[in-house]
C-alpha cells in the first residue's frame, strides 16, 4: 500500500494521530475518499480572555468538520442531555445501534484503582481492545463485540474536548458514519456492564480489555488488594495452575483451572495456586476482585464466599 492508498484507508495525519494545538483545532471537511485536511488555530484565546473555540469556513458547510477546545464539556457549557451527556450515550443501554455523540471528552483522571485512565465526560471509563490494532489504528471489535464494548464514536461535524490528553495522541478512524476515537493509535470503547462513573468493571476481561491510559498504554490496578494464602507457602510449581475446591479445608471434589485470559469458575471454598492469581465474585472477571498469592483454606474468610472467574497475573 502506498502513501495515498494509506491515507485513504484510514484517518491519518501525523505519525501517532492527529497533532493538534493548545486551544482549538479544525478538522476542515472530508474530500471524498475519507481523507482529512487539518486546519491549526495557534492562539491561547479570544480577545475577551474566553477561551478559543474551533471555527473554519468548512463549518458553514456542515462536512467532516470537528471541533477541538481545551477544558471539559462543563467548563464550556455544553447542553444538557447531548454528547456524553445524552441519555443514550450511557454505556449500560445495550443497543445493536451505534451512539454517534455530537461532542466527546477525553479527561485524564482515575477511576477505581487505575490512575491515569482515561474518562469520557460523563465519567465513565473508556477502555482498549488487545485485538485491535493502533499501527493502522483498526478496530476488530464488531457485533456482539460492539454491544457489550460500545465504540466511542463521535459526529464527523461533532465537537472534542480535551482534557488533560495530549492532543498528539488523539486521532480518529471512520466508523459507522462518525469517527470512533483513538488513543495512541488504539480505538476505544466503553463497556456495557459499567453501570455507574468511576466504574471499571471492564479491566482486565477475558485478559484482552483494559483502561486506556492518556498515551494509549494499558491502565494497571495498582492498587488491587493482595493478600497471602492462609494455608502457609504458595506451591511451587514452574506451570500457572489454580485448583478450587467445593468447600473449606480442600474437600473434593476439585477443578484446575490453567491458561491465559479471563477463566470461569464453579467452586469456590478452598484454593491451591502455583503462582499470583487475580479472582472475582463475577463473570468474566467483573465485579469485587482480589490478588492471592498462596493457598486459601476457605475463601470466605478472606471476603469470598463465591468465585466466579479468575486470572493468571503473569
Avoid at 242 to 271: M, Q, R
Amino acid at each position: 500500500m502506498n502513501a495515498s492508498d494509506e491515507r485513504a484507508s484510514h484517518i491519518h495525519t501525523f505519525p501517532g494521530g492527529f497533532m493538534f494545538r493548545k486551544r482549538a483545532v479544525i478538522l476542515s471537511s472530508i474530500a471524498a475518499v475519507g481523507a482529512l485536511l487539518l486546519t491549526a488555530c495557534n492562539g491561547d484565546g479570544n480577545a475577551d480572555g474566553s477561551k478559543a473555540t474551533a471555527a473554519s469556513s468548512a463549518q458553514s458547510a456542515g462536512v467532516g468538520t470537528l471541533s477541538f477546545t481545551s477544558g471539559t464539556a462543563q467548563e464550556n457549557n455544553a447542553p444538557a442531555n447531548t454528547g456524553d451527556f445524552a441519555f443514550n450515550a450511557k454505556p449500560s443501554i445495550a443497543s445493536a445501534e451505534p451512539v454517534i455523540r455530537k461532542w466527546v471528552q477525553l479527561s485524564a483522571s482515575k477511576a477505581g484503582g487505575l490512575d491515569p485512565v482515561v474518562i469520557n465526560g460523563a465519567g465513565f471509563t473508556l477502555y482498549r481492545f488487545d485485538k485491535d490494532t493502533a499501527s493502522p489504528s483498526k478496530s476488530n471489535c464488531t457485533g456482539e463485540c460492539a454491544t457489550t464494548w460500545p465504540p466511542y464514536i463521535v459526529s464527523k461535524s461533532g465537537r472534542v474536548f480535551v482534557d488533560g490528553v495530549a492532543n498528539s495522541a488523539i486521532g480518529f478512524i471512520p466508523r459507522d458514519g462518525g469517527f470512533q476515537v483513538t488513543i495512541g493509535g488504539w480505538p476505544v470503547y466503553l463497556f456495557s456492564k459499567d453501570t455507574k462513573p468511576g466504574d471499571t468493571n471492564g479491566q482486565g476481561v477475558d485478559g484482552t480489555w483494559a483502561g486506556v491510559t492518556p498515551t494509549g498504554q494499558k491502565a494497571v490496578d495498582d492498587t488491587t488488594p493482595k493478600v497471602i494464602g492462609n494455608d502457609g507457602d504458595a506451591m511451587k510449581s514452574s506451570a500457572a495452575q489454580a485448583t478450587f475446591y467445593d468447600s473449606a479445608d480442600f474437600a473434593e471434589p476439585a477443578e484446575k483451572v490453567t491458561g491465559l485470559g479471563c477463566k470461569p469458575v464453579h467452586y469456590s471454598g478452598s484454593l491451591r495456586v502455583s503462582s499470583d492469581v487475580k479472582i472475582w465474585d463475577g463473570t468474566n472477571c467483573t465485579g469485587k476482585s482480589l490478588v492471592v498469592d498462596g493457598d486459601v483454606r476457605d475463601l470466605s474468610t478472606i471476603g469470598f464466599p463465591t468465585v466466579k472467574s479468575i486470572r493468571f497475573i503473569k
